[in-house]
């Protein structure tokens, strides 16, 4: 048993590229940890980690121990998960991440429910719209729109979410209601978005038929926050495009306008995201079929 708590605090530390935050993820003294990688090392005869003023990072005969130690770990836990697991309740600790949004309008109202059905589990859950290192800050699986582009992870398709362009009702008396693409070039403005991880603004974009068409516009405010993005386009700074759901309200009120109905933004795919692994938990698992079915069933 200590050598397999050691392999466990060794990959951990790799991960985490630090023993401090090792320690906070494992709930053990850093002292702990340090003395467990020394007692390692010279049992195993070899030098495994580097140490440097910012970081952790292995040498060769580390990253070497580091696959193995992976291997064997995951199929000791898929042995005792498979033995486990179907004789108990899903109980313990998620980890998610989702936009701030989405979880408000969408997520967070059904919680009770599913609290009611699976009452061993809690929930840790961070609303951001940056990129999250699943690895990193130990996250089980975030819930975001857009394509999925890293092949190390998983995505589960569980909704498509109908976009619109809207413009304040203020914009229009002032700027007019444009009828066509090439309108958009006489006179008015865009609400820019930018990543909050690349910083760079993205343009407007429309279905033309089956063609996707990008039109980049002159603005007075470029913000990276769905908040931010929401309370510019109702102060009238611009033009600017959303999920249906989002602003339904809104548009029925008629403090927003929706602009260009023929020429629509794509839509938006919303997937579940979260690491490949050969053995899920069971309360991720059932976590990640419950919200499945909350989208499926959200009037999107």
Not at 15 to 21: M, N, Y
Not at 85 to 112: F, N, Y
Not at 208 to 226: A, D, H, Q
Request: overall charge positive; aromatic content about 6%.
């Amino acid at each position: 048993m200590d050598q397999l708590q050691a392999m466990r605090v060794f990959t951990r530390i790799v991960e985490l590229g630090s023993f401090t935050r090792a320690a906070d993820d494992l709930s053990l003294p850093r002292a702990t940890l340090t003395h467990t990688i020394k007692r390692l090392e010279a049992r195993l005869g070899s030098h495994l980690l580097q140490r440097t003023t910012r970081s952790v990072h292995p040498t060769r005969d580390g990253e070497v121990y580091y696959g193995h130690c992976v291997r064997l770990l995951t199929d000791l836990d898929e042995v005792e998960a498979n033995f486990r697991e179907a004789a108990v309740q899903p109980k313990g600790r998620i980890r998610v991440d989702m936009p701030g949004t989405m979880a408000r309008h969408l997520v967070v109202p059904s919680l009770p429910a599913f609290f009611a059905r699976y009452p061993q589990v809690e929930l840790d859950l961070g609303t951001s719209d940056r990129f999250v290192d699943l690895v990193q800050e130990g996250v089980d699986c975030v819930l975001r729109s857009g394509e999925l582009r890293d092949s190390s992870m998983i995505g589960r398709r569980v909704a498509t979410l109908e976009q619109v362009t809207v413009a304040s009702a203020g914009y229009v008396k002032k700027h007019g209601m444009p009828e066509t693409l090439a309108a958009l070039s006489e006179g008015h403005l865009a609400v820019n978005w930018a990543s909050p991880n690349t910083r760079r603004s993205t343009p407007l974009d429309f279905m033309v038929g089956r063609k996707l068409r990008e039109v980049t516009m002159p603005s007075l405010v470029t913000v990276n926050g769905v908040e931010a993005y929401l309370a510019c386009c109702e102060a009238g700074l611009g033009i600017a495009q959303f999920p249906r759901y989002r602003i339904g309200a809104a548009l029925a009120r008629g403090e927003l306008r929706e602009l260009l109905p023929a020429y629509p933004p794509p839509v938006l795919p919303v997937n579940v995201v979260y690491l490949r692994q050969r053995q899920q938990p069971l309360r991720l698992r059932v976590f990640i079929d419950w919200l499945a079915e909350v989208m499926k069933n959200a009037p999107l």
